[in-house]
């Protein structure tokens, strides 16, 4: 497999097969992921991975959580607070898509309610990841974690696995800090489930839409 390749087939999957993921292989893919770049060679990712046991624990101690109400207060922002045009739009639209593809009108909140949750259970997925930064460190650092995931997810894709990278854990950090036992230094960034897709999930035929190059690029 190519990178073209790697790229054109990884999606955010959000149905997962129960085959587990050989923790030798996460641990390699990990290891070649840390050459992604990273100004002054920071390398500011710090990663902790649940599989077998420990996801199993920790998809308990969620639902108790969830049993017991609302998020925590966000630590940054995962969108804009005014999300203007185009970007409005493009999330609206892939939100939408989802939802048709599960069949879930938009006025059913309950039923998307239950969707969203379905991010704390990983989807499903046998095995998966917490990024955590300093939180001293800036934009820039930030940038190269989104470098190192990309990596990662694509090295995954090489492998035969699937991945959904997840801002939504965000909104539950306090539970995955004290269940990882982070430094308080730290902030959590995102999670990542890791597994085989579902062939039969519906919700996996989701193919985000992507703008025009001439939307986005130019060439002086």
């Avoid at 149905?15 to 770049?37: G, Q």
């Avoid at 539950?172 to 990542?192: E, I, K, Y």
């Avoid at 039969?200 to 001439?214: G, W």
Wanted: net charge neutral.
């Amino acid at each position: 497999m190519n990178v073209s390749e790697a790229v054109a087939r990884r999606i955010s999957v959000r149905a997962f097969l129960p085959d587990p993921v050989p923790r030798a292989l996460i641990a390699e893919v990990l290891e070649k992921a840390a050459r992604a770049p990273s100004g002054g060679n920071l390398q500011p990712w710090l990663v902790t991975v649940l599989e077998g046991q420990s996801m199993a624990r920790f998809r308990e101690t969620m639902r108790a959580r969830l049993a017991q109400g609302g998020p925590d207060p966000l630590e940054y922002p995962i969108y804009p607070e005014k999300l203007h045009e185009p970007y409005r739009t493009r999330r609206h639209r892939v939100g939408e898509q989802m939802y048709s593809l599960l069949g879930i009108p938009r006025e059913d909140r309950a039923a998307r309610l239950r969707r969203l949750e379905a991010n704390y259970d990983f989807f499903g997925a046998p095995a998966g990841l917490f990024v955590h930064v300093d939180r001293r460190m800036g934009a820039a650092q930030w940038a190269d974690l989104g470098m190192f995931l990309q990596t990662v997810m694509l090295l995954f894709v090489e492998a035969g696995y699937d991945t959904c990278a997840q801002e939504a854990w965000a909104w539950h950090h306090r539970t995955v800090d004290a269940f990882v036992g982070a430094d308080p230094a730290t902030m959590l960034f995102c999670g990542m489930a890791i597994g085989k897709r579902d062939p039969d999930a519906p919700v996996n035929r989701l193919r985000a839409e992507r703008a025009p190059l001439e939307e986005f690029a130019r060439f002086l």
